[in-house]
Each structure stands twice: as structure tokens, then as C-alpha cells.
């Protein structure tokens, strides 16, 4: 596997938190843009087992969380570094965390949910076999806005 996962720890949680910003549109994903996200994220007790810092050697490039509501899905959340985004590493990053999930996760899918208007992350996605289930519109960064709900089925 050409990226290593690390049980995230404050310090990396702080420095993407506050230090990861992304050009427009993409600043709805900066940490800061959601008082609810950000104090989450925060928050060593609230981020658990599910959160983890993804290195490419000694540089942090991303993080990965993976949180399972159930015995048949496992849901993801992710971010890459900003000033690695849009430069055709994310097939990669996204399949790295898959087989990382497959290997600690028991699971039928993958689930995750991403912005309607983040067209780059959604062909990623779609590259890697995840599937449209659905739109939805959800509160958040002070507005509402339309998401899309995909999966990946394992196996």
C-alpha cells in the first residue's frame, strides 16, 4: 500500500483543521466552515477509533475516517491536502483507503456522501465503483445543500 494510515492525533487533527484551505468552490470543505464539523473533529473522544492520518512517506496528505452504523455498510468521510487536490492523485488516495477499510472493517459496502456541486470528487469516485443511491439536501455550513449518496459494493 503506497499510503500509511495513523490513528489521527490532535496535533494532525489541529493542523488540518486550521491549516487546510482550499480554493473556491472547494472552501465548503474547510474545517472551519462548520462550527459542528470543526468542534467534532476536534474532539479526541468524538473522532475515537474512526479517524485516521494518511502519510506518503513522512508527509501527511490526507485523513480518512470510517465509521460502521451497521453490520452491512461501513460510511467514510475523507479529505486530501489541499495543494494536492486536482492533480490526479485521488484514484489512488481513494483506493488505498478502500483496501484499508476492506482490511479492518467486516462489510457488504461502502458508503459516502459528498457535495452534488464537487463534480472532480463524484468522477472519483465513480473510477474507484461507487455507484449513485441517491440526492438528498442537508443543513450545513450555515445554508442547505444538495448531496449525493453513493456506494461501493465489496465482494
Known sequence: MPYQFRKMTQYEA???AYQWK?????SFYDMTADPEDLEEFLD????GESYF???DGQELIGFWCATQPDQTAVEIGLGMKPEITGKGKGIEFIKA???FTEMSCKSEKIVLSVAA?????IRVY?????KTLHYFNQDTNGSTYSFVKMELLLK
Open 22 to 26: 482550499y480554493p473556491e468552490p472547494y
Open 14 to 16: 489541529e493542523e488540518i
Open 97 to 99: 483507503g478502500i483496501a
Open 44 to 47: 479526541s473522544k468524538e473522532r
Open 126 to 130: 465513480q473510477q474507484a465503483g461507487f
Open 117 to 121: 456541486f464537487n463534480k472532480r470528487a
Open 53 to 55: 492520518s494518511v502519510y
